[in-house]
């Protein structure tokens, strides 16, 4: 009686310590405060492998200075250096790459007749890649500056005195960049018709890029009821004018300007990609959700997505920061979603709710992202996992064209995660272009991709009638040959009974 | 004349549109065996499209199977339409018996089946590309199996062809009313099964308490 209780005894002891053993090194090294999801081709949440971990949370005390009050924008240079716009204190702080040490604290600036300025509330900051000079939106003080990188103002640009610019609005720069041609472009925090425009003398040029009414029937129909009503009822009648864009990004490069849209009552343009005609290049992607597919609803409020701020990343990829629940969608360059990493939390990794403002990435192959919590006043550091380092590569890979490059990676992202789709729209592409039809048509199964489907069987069909025409055609002979003879034999053999043929075929009444 | 087994009288009634039905009544063939086989068939070519077609031509995503659908499809809408056009006909002078409305629809309906079974073999031979041939045989296929319904609607009530027509129209309504109905009282028995089904838990917590 005794000695199974013991036994019994040993082996839950023994198991106690083995599930401590294996649990223990996990739960203290890299777990996220948040569940890492993807979606399917369905549009559902699919568990899957983090792309990225949050690594640290910098805060302005961090770093050696007065805590940072409602920063606003972050922003990295070529030289990987960081611009912090920390708008609550009046200053622009730059900070090394490593994000450890301030190189420089800006808070006043010499303008060209040599007297001191100082910021108001600044909330936009870029930095030229060609001339280093520094382009900050000093919003409460309604003008940007352009200054070299040693304080000294270079230009101010002010509220333009055009007629195209309504004289009744107040300047409010809120955004700015600037082009390969040296045109800077400022989100205005009170007009829809787009960012302004100006060259580099500093003459207003005009709107930018500005978002367009989806054309439903009910806006269709306001709009012929506006054309017809009398211009004294029209001023009580609801006009449909676009959400503004209020976050934007270049692709230097290839000189697209990318906008973000963070209005909850709006589904289109919510990511732009712009050319410099100021065309929308995804356009195209009228149905496609940035962002979580379903808002949810929780205590009366929609938690709907809310992209505040977009970044590109030295391999083009999208990354879209969203407000409501302090995430950041990654998406390769064809807007495809890489991963999705951060929450809502007090841990590392995760934000204030409605807090977070800016993303950056670092990295030739994004191998950090920056998130900037303005209420909490931090910067924090997500990097690459190897998982991550995989997809980004092969992502890269596939869309340079390098399919069959592409191929290594991508099975070995398989290995992680068996949902992660793309890969097998990857492989499939891959053996496509190697000439390997029927392993090709697997993949595209697997990835329920049935055009990609079609074009290897296409070719897979091609290849097996060359190499079995001859049995093809010799069956179809043959067939042919035993139909006739079949024929012959059962006419013959109805000639030869002609009285029973005769019963079968009518008995006349 | 006309002396067919079962199964001739199914090929009869398929290539011989304009008369088949008049002579399948005339003669008073068919029989409800073959209107279940054919039924059956056309359960699983129902299924058969959307599951076993080539990947080119497969409409729907694997994790979307469900095979309620195709049991409405094929049995539901079928019996829905045989009780409705008999109600409809019988108050319109129709001679058809339910028996008889049951069983000429169903052999009306081979042609369809027919054609979803060509078209699940051809998708496994054609590329996208080549989807004309595939919509060819559908609609031909589907054209056909409407001639023959209509055919039979009209052979088997003895109707002229503006009645038949106006019968048709009619029978699709009740087919509508039925499922309405059908549907409000699912919802119903189901709201006073919840109902029963509380006192009976309210009564069983008094008890215990």
């Not at chain 1, 991963?339 to 670092?362: C, S």
Request: with cysteine.
């Amino acid at each position: 009686m005794k000695r199974p209780v013991r036994a019994l005894r040993l082996a839950v002891c023994g198991l106690t310590a083995l599930l401590l053993w294996t649990r223990m090194p996990f739960s203290v090294s890299a777990d996220e405060p948040y569940d890492v999801y993807h979606y399917n081709d369905l549009g559902e949440a699919i568990p899957s492998q983090a792309g990225y971990l949050a690594e640290t949370s910098v805060s302005g005390t961090d770093l050696g200075i007065s805590a940072f009050s409602e920063p606003s924008d972050l922003f990295k240079d070529i030289d990987d250096c960081f611009y912090i716009a920390d708008s609550g204190n009046h200053r622009i702080v730059k900070i090394n790459p490593d994000f450890t040490e301030v190189l420089a604290v800006y808070d006043s600036f010499r303008l060209p007749d040599g007297t001191k300025t100082t910021l108001n509330h600044p909330k936009g900051i870029y930095v030229s890649p060609d001339t280093g000079l520094l382009y900050i939106a000093d919003s409460d003080n309604a003008r940007a500056l352009i200054a070299e990188p040693d304080g000294t103002v270079r230009q101010v640009i002010q509220k333009p005195s055009s007629p195209v610019y309504d004289q009744q609005l107040t300047f409010l720069p809120q955004k700015i960049l600037c082009d390969n041609a040296g045109n800077v472009y400022i989100i205005l925090g009170n007009t829809t018709k787009g960012a302004a425009m100006f060259d580099r003398d500093g003459s207003f040029l005009g709107y930018y890029g500005a978002n367009s009414v989806k054309r439903t029937p009910a806006v269709i129909a306001n709009y012929f009821w506006n054309r017809i009503s009398s211009e004294e009822s029209r001023k009580y009648r609801v006009r449909n004018t676009p959400t503004a864009f209020d976050n934007f990004d270049i692709d230097r490069e290839k000189g697209f300007i990318f906008t973000s849209t963070s209005s909850g009552n709006s589904n289109t343009d919510i990511v732009k990609k712009v050319n410099p005609e100021g065309h929308n290049l995804f356009s195209h992607l009228s149905g496609f959700v940035w962002g979580d597919e379903f808002s949810t609803w929780y205590g009366g409020t929609a938690y709907q997505t809310k992209i505040i701020d977009i970044d590109i990343g030295d391999d083009r990829s999208i990354n879209c920061l969203d407000t409501t629940t302090g995430r950041v969608f990654q998406y390769d360059e064809e807007a495809n979603l890489l991963f999705i990493l951060g929450t809502i939390g007090d841990q590392v990794g995760g934000f204030t709710q409605g807090g977070v403002a800016a993303v950056e990435t670092k990295g030739e192959n994004c191998e950090q992202i920056y998130v900037l919590d303005s209420l909490k006043g931090t910067v924090t550091r997500f990097s690459q996992t190897a998982f991550g380092a995989i997809v980004h590569n092969a992502a890269s890979l596939y869309q340079q064209g390098k399919y069959e490059e592409a191929l290594e990676p991508w099975l070995e992202v398989l290995k992680y995660d068996g949902n992660y789709r793309r890969a097998y729209i990857g492989i499939s592409s891959a053996y496509y272009n190697m000439g390997r039809y029927q392993e090709s048509m697997e993949y595209a199964k697997k990835a329920d991709s049935s055009s990609r489907y079609n074009r290897a069987f296409s070719k897979y069909r091609a290849q097996f009638l060359k190499a079995h025409m001859t049995e093809i055609l010799g069956a179809a002979a043959g067939l042919w040959a035993a139909a006739f003879a079949m024929r012959r034999i059962i006419r013959k053999r109805k000639a030869g009974q002609p009285a029973q043929s005769d019963t079968q075929g009518g008995g006349l009444s | 004349m006309m002396d067919l087994t079962q199964k001739q009288w199914v090929g009869h009634v398929i290539f011989h549109p304009f008369e088949g039905f008049e002579d399948l009544r005339w003669k008073k063939g068919g029989t409800l065996k073959y209107t279940a086989v054919i039924l059956i068939a056309l359960f699983f070519a129902l299924i058969a499209y959307d599951r076993w077609c080539g990947f080119q031509f497969r409409p729907l995503p694997d994790a979307l199977f469900s095979v309620t659908p195709y049991l409405m499809k094929s049995l539901v809408y079928f019996g829905t339409w045989c009780v409705g056009n008999w109600a409809v006909c019988t108050l319109l002078d129709g001679e058809g018996t339910l028996r008889n409305i049951t069983i000429y629809s169903s052999y009306a309906l081979i042609p369809y089946i027919l054609s979803t079974f060509v078209n699940v073999v051809l998708s496994h031979i054609l590329i996208q590309e080549e989807a004309v041939f595939f919509h060819l045989v559908y609609y031909l296929g589907l054209l056909w199996s409407t001639l023959l319904l209509f055919q039979a609607i009209k052979a088997v009530h003895q109707y002229s062809f503006p009645k038949t027509l106006a019968a048709i129209a009619l029978t699709l309504a009740a087919m509508l009313i039925i499922l309405f109905l059908a549907v409000l009282f699912l919802s119903l028995f189901q709201k006073v099964y919840v109902f029963f089904y509380s006192l009976y838990t309210e009564i069983l917590y008094r008890i215990r308490t």
